[in-house]
């Protein structure tokens, strides 16, 4: 079993940031992808930024630009720097990641943190 913990989340106004951070623990002979995704009210949830073993990454159209995904790999936690925030990226940030373990490849989720950007 996998364990998520997602910190940073808040309220901020537009044009500032916020920084947020996904702790993976329990299972795990290694880690492969580490993503955040976010749903807004009403909507789907979509991919925001994604970042794999070998180091790729993938950015949603949307937050291109304005958004860092990294990893500290000892530490087995994901972070995603989130700068000139905007109204519209209000919404609940998941973290996903995709672990091998004693039990083959598992997709975990975190509880989601919420973020609010007031204009």
């Known amino acids: 079993q996998v364990q998520l913990v997602e910190s940073g989340g808040g309220l901020v106004q537009a044009g500032g940031s916020l920084r947020l951070s996904c702790a993976a623990s329990g299972s795990i002979n290694s880690i492969n992808t580490m993503g955040w995704y976010r749903q807004a009210p009403g909507k789907q949830r979509d991919l925001v930024a994604a970042?794999?073993?070998?180091?790729?990454?993938d950015y949603a159209d949307s937050v291109q630009g304005r958004f860092t995904i990294s990893r500290d790999n000892a530490k087995s936690t994901a972070y995603l720097q989130m700068n000139s925030l905007k109204p519209e990226d209000t919404a609940i940030y998941y973290c996903?990641?995709?672990?091998?373990?004693?039990?083959?490849?598992?997709?975990?989720w975190g509880q989601g943190t919420q973020v609010t950007v007031s204009s």
């Open positions: 970042i794999r073993n070998g180091g790729s990454i």
């Open positions: 996903k990641v995709t672990t091998y373990g004693p039990r083959g490849y598992l997709v975990s």
